[in-house]
Nanobody, 124 residues
């Protein structure tokens, strides 16, 4: 089992930046692939990004490519989501999630472990 805690959310103007952190505790963090998801008001939860533990390979949804960067520090058991050039449509609660193994996926149901989320609000 792994426990996840997100932080770093807040209010930012359009064009600004935020860095989200996902701190993990429990089992060997370096053996988990980590995904970032978000849920905007009135919308379904959607995939944002994911990072593998084995080779740091990453995967992004099209709407954030070139603006968001996912990285991890296994020594600190923390994954980061650097978000640049933020847009009002990025406003959502952001969640990190973990799944055992190196495969990264955008499928929500393949992640058994979830954090509580952190609010990101981008004003226009």
């Amino acid at each position: 089992q792994v426990q996840l805690v997100e932080s770093g959310g807040g209010l930012v103007q359009a064009g600004g930046s935020l860095r989200l952190s996902c701190a993990a505790s429990g089992r060997t963090f370096s053996s988990y692939a980590i995904g970032w998801f978000r849920r905007a008001p009135g919308k379904e939860r959607e995939f944002v990004a994911a990072i593998s533990w084995s080779d740091d390979s990453t995967y992004y949804t099209d709407s954030v490519k070139g603006r968001f960067t996912c990285s991890r520090d296994n020594a600190k058991s923390t994954v980061y989501l650097q978000m640049n050039s933020l847009r009002p449509e990025d406003t959502a609660v952001y969640y990190c999630a973990a799944r055992w193994g190196s495969e990264i996926t955008a499928i929500t149901t393949r992640y058994p472990y979830w954090g509580q989320g952190t609010q990101v609000t981008v004003s226009s």
